[in-house]
């Protein structure tokens, strides 16, 4: 049940991760991600690239693991690891920026990454 909980946090906190570039242009990380949906069926090609797919996968693998009864451990390490990617790149870029939104905004996600590892790790261990 913990490790379902931790599932839809990230879930949800990976939607809130905040972007900016230039001095004008910002958006959040579900904003971003609407565009891209919606370029995905007009232009396909224009939104193939290895940040944006792949982060992509991880929430859909994210998605199907806290639907499932008993969630794969192999989808929630590859979901977790996928948007792990793109937000521990953001968070990099945040802190060598130095702009405290985005070091904030990426925070939550990458703590409850560690945490729902370890609650992984946890619950796969023999009982003796």
């Known amino acids: 049940m913990k490790l379902k909980l ?5 879930f949800i906190s990976s939607f809130f ?5 230039s001095k004008t242009s910002s ?4 904003q971003m991600e609407y565009e891209i949906l919606a370029k995905l069926f007009s232009n396909p090609l224009s939104v193939l690239h290895p940040f944006t797919i792949i982060p ?4 859909i693998l994210l998605l199907i693991s806290l639907l499932q009864k008993q969630p794969n451990n192999l989808l929630m ?5 996928s948007l792990l990617f793109l937000i521990g790149f953001i968070f990099i870029v945040g802190l060598l920026s130095l702009q405290l939104t985005i070091i904030i905004s990426t925070v939550p996600f990458i703590s409850l ?3 729902s590892f370890l609650e ?3 619950n796969n261990k023999p009982v003796l």
């Open 6 to 10: 931790y599932l839809a946090a990230l």
């Open 17 to 21: 991760v905040y972007l900016s570039w």
């Open 27 to 30: 958006a959040f990380l579900f």
């Open 56 to 59: 992509l996968i991880g929430q």
């Open 77 to 81: 390490k590859l979901g977790i690891s």
């Open 113 to 115: 990454a560690v945490l």
């Open 120 to 122: 992984i790790k946890r």
